[in-house]
């Protein structure tokens, strides 16, 4: 069976996702709308340091059996651990991923906005909402540029993968209808602006990922034991859990920002494949730059009043 070597590469983009944030804990304002487009690198740090190390040991190993005229043989525990190691790496392959995102807000104060990104891999619809807001009143004593603001919102996103298999529709031997994932993330975002020049911002996050594979394809898989004489089966459905944390900043003024950032964290995915229980996760890195561009003033909208100066009234003298 052709389809037999190749059936692991059917969990490719499983456990792998767009990690960035690209956006700050302040809200847009009602009516304001943010276009950003931005590239990151997905970065399985974990899985390609274990296969570097093995490497190592492998080439050392052959090196002296060839030295020794003896011949050389791969362990069974080594055989496996290569292969968990290359099935990892099939499932998050290292590699850019782009993305597009429009953001709007909602509320006359400021404190929810929503978002639609599209990535190489996937489409992510998600909101944030504004628990905190502190830093200087937006008055006449301070420039624009001098005005910092200290913020912290609670987020949640719904991602849903799109994508083929063009390993199977080149083989064309099963076709693949029913091959779908979706992501559900929490970050917690925290930022600090100053003025419109600068700003830093931090973004703890958790996301679920679950995986469902083609029924026939399953079925094809737990089949091939009986032409191959190992147990060649693929799991129904693969999760997988990422925990980590987004921190970077943004350089610009008013309208465009120039953004760059760094997710790292650790993903979670041991499903069992191939008779055993694979480690496909690790610690996973995710840079990313990007520029955004917004419009500078809400359209037809107010400026926040959660931003604006509290004063008290003054008294009225009556003569």
Request: charged residues 20%.
């Amino acid at each position: 069976m052709r389809l037999v070597p190749l059936l692991a590469l059917l969990l490719a983009t499983g456990c792998a996702s767009t990690l960035s944030t690209m956006q700050t804990a302040k809200p847009l304002a009602r009516g304001q709308i943010q276009v950003s487009g931005a590239v990151g690198v997905f970065t399985p740090v974990g899985q390609l340091g274990t296969l570097i190390n093995e490497g190592i040991v492998q080439g050392k190993a052959i090196h002296d059996t060839v030295r020794s005229g003896e011949p050389y043989h791969l362990e069974e525990a080594e055989a496996q651990r290569l292969l968990g190691v290359g099935m990892a790496l099939a499932v998050a392959p290292p590699g850019p991923a782009n993305e597009l995102m429009i953001r709007t807000g909602l509320l006359e104060s400021n404190t929810l906005d929503l978002g639609l990104r599209l990535s190489t891999t996937s489409l992510r619809f998600d909101g944030k909402v504004r628990l905190a807001h502190g830093g200087d009143p937006e008055d006449d004593s301070l420039p624009d540029y001098q005005r910092k603001s200290y913020d912290l919102a609670l987020g949640v996103a719904y991602s849903r993968h799109v994508f083929k298999s063009p390993v199977l529709d080149a083989l064309e031997i099963v076709k693949i209808d029913d091959f779908s994932r979706w992501d559900l993330e929490v970050p917690v975002y925290l930022s600090m602006d100053l003025g419109d020049i600068f700003k830093l911002y931090a973004a703890p996050k958790y996301i679920y990922s679950r995986t469902s594979l083609d029924s026939r394809l399953v079925d094809v898989s737990r089949e091939g034991q009986d032409v191959s004489g190992f147990d060649l089966s693929l799991p129904a459905e693969v999760t997988s859990h990422f925990y980590g944390a987004s921190v970077g900043f943004a350089l610009g003024y008013k309208y465009v920002h120039l953004y760059a950032e760094l997710t790292g964290g650790y993903t979670d995915c041991r499903p069992v494949v191939f008779g055993q229980r694979r480690d496909l996760g690790g610690v996973t890195l995710y840079p990313s730059i990007g520029i955004a561009f917004k419009n500078p003033l809400p359209l037809g909208g107010r400026a926040s009043r959660s931003d604006s100066p509290v004063t008290p009234e003054s008294p009225v003298s009556v003569p």
